[in-house]
């Protein structure tokens, strides 16, 4: 039995393209993400947020494809933005009744006891990412107006480097300003990001900070060059995580291979060091 509570998805980099039977080094998105929806319905989560880098390819059509994948999951799907996204197509083909603008996609909503705060590190242009003073302060007065809430956040880009020099080197540029605000809010149990292709876990100042294995492609956790070794075929999956009444959470990783690797408790991960 499934521990009471609520129950949701995090996935990331799923790289749709609008010609779905183009392979991207080597693998095929489109199938890797059919692999994907009988596994994620049959967790039957309460939401599934996926962590950004819906396209590859920024085009219309490809959205329609993710809108299209989304609903055949079968439960409620938020998004947030990657480098790879486009603010204005997304908004044009998931929420047609919003102006279709350059503004970031951020949102905060509670489902049960919890909180989830969607947040926009894209640097339009850019691989790297950023987060403005404006959004910055907003987090920072929801987080405040909130405070009885299990808060959990979502962010494309990873707040912490993560040791892989050149996934570092497109990261988050002022991440350490999304840590210092999450950091002065004690009920946000954890930060889920993507970006980086490979799952992370860490425990820092209290909260955890983890990422998820791509949708598509992955990138090597060992090679610090993009020298073609980089990218793997390792297999592909995502996190499921059951919020508990009371605030605490047990979390796994799920592979499209059937394999589910669970994260260790809270106390026994590992502390976070650059």
């Known amino acids: 039995m499934p521990p009471a509570g609520l129950c949701f998805v995090h996935l990331s980099d799923l790289h749709f393209l609008a010609d779905p039977s183009r ?141 892989v020099r050149w996934l570092d080197d497109l990261g988050f540029l002022n991440g350490q300003d999304l840590v210092r605000v999450v950091q002065r809010h004690p009920q946000v149990r954890a930060v889920f990001f993507g970006h980086v292709h490979q799952p992370r876990i860490w425990r820092h100042g209290g909260t955890i900070f983890a990422s998820v294995p791509a949708l598509a492609f992955q990138f090597s956790a060992a090679e610090q060059e993009t020298n073609g070794r980089h990218i793997t075929q390792e297999t592909p999956g995502f996190r499921v995580v059951h919020a508990r009444d009371g605030g605490g959470f047990a979390s796994a990783l799920h592979y499209l291979d059937g394999r589910i690797v669970p994260d260790p408790p809270a106390d026994q991960l590992p502390e976070y060091g650059p």
């Open 23 to 163: 392979p991207q080094h080597g693998v095929c998105s489109a199938e890797v993400f059919e692999r994907a929806i009988p596994l994620v319905q049959a967790v039957r989560p309460d939401l599934i947020v996926v962590g950004g880098d819906l396209t590859s390819d920024e085009k219309e059509g490809s959205y329609h494809r993710a809108r299209a994948a989304f609903a055949r999951l079968g439960s409620p799907v938020h998004a947030v933005m990657g480098n790879h996204d486009d603010r204005r197509v997304y908004r044009s083909v998931f929420h047609p009744e919003q102006p279709a603008t350059l503004d970031p996609v951020c949102r905060a909503f509670d489902q049960g006891s919890c909180r989830f705060v969607l947040l926009d590190s894209q640097l339009t242009g850019a691989v790297e990412g950023r987060m403005d003073a404006g959004q910055l302060a907003w987090l920072d007065a929801d987080l405040a107006a909130h405070r009885d809430r299990p808060t959990f956040a979502f962010v494309h880009h990873p707040p912490l480097p993560i040791g």
